[in-house]
């Protein structure tokens, strides 16, 4: 039974302080191992809190999970 399934409900991962559940429905092998080793978006996690400053208006568009919408909010 994988996270998508299972009867609590889906693994929970947190990366960069954002809380993200793993559902394998929508999400690649690649997405998965990424998020479970904390490799997912570092570049632009790192980068993002030099880009965007308090008070600033983002349009964040993107086909993702939400992870960089999450962490600059």
């Known amino acids: 039974m994988d996270a998508a399934t299972s009867p609590s409900g889906p693994q929970i991962v947190e990366v960069a302080g954002i809380r993200i559940p793993l559902d394998r429905r929508i ?5 998965v191992e990424s998020l479970t080793t904390g490799r997912y978006e570092m570049i ?3 980068q993002a809190p030099a880009i965007v400053r308090a008070g600033e208006r983002v349009v ?9 919408t999450a962490l600059i909010d």
């Open 60 to 68: 964040e568009i993107g086909a993702g999970i939400g992870f960089l």
């Open 44 to 46: 632009e996690a790192r």
């Open 27 to 31: 999400m690649s092998d690649k997405i």
